[in-house]
């Protein structure tokens, strides 16, 4: 096969033009091809476990919500001194996730 410039650029051109007219085929078949790896890796993520050792590090990290005894007191006081504030507690404790 003689491979001069003269007897490639038909060969290009060929090429090309066969691209043009299947372009939304192949198109459409990458975009396919993307979305099926997408959906196994996200497969994949979602089976994937955590271990032990990772849990119990996040625990760990959890730091406790801390009021001071002085803040405590105020809103006990102001819970007493109003009757709406009252049963907003008395309904937040029976209730936590009422709205």
Do not use: C, G
């Amino acid at each position: 096969m003689n491979t001069d410039v003269k007897n490639i650029l038909p060969l290009i051109f060929k090429a090309l033009a066969w691209l043009r007219h299947h372009s939304v085929v192949i198109s459409i078949t990458v975009v396919a091809i993307l979305y099926a790896a997408l959906v196994v890796q996200i497969n994949i993520l979602n089976r994937k476990q955590p271990s032990d050792t990772s849990i119990n590090e996040k625990v760990q990290t959890i730091k406790q919500l801390k009021i001071d005894q002085s803040t405590a007191n105020k809103l006990k006081k102001l819970e007493n001194n109003s009757s709406e504030v009252k049963t907003l507690f008395k309904d937040a404790r029976e209730n936590p996730f009422q709205e």
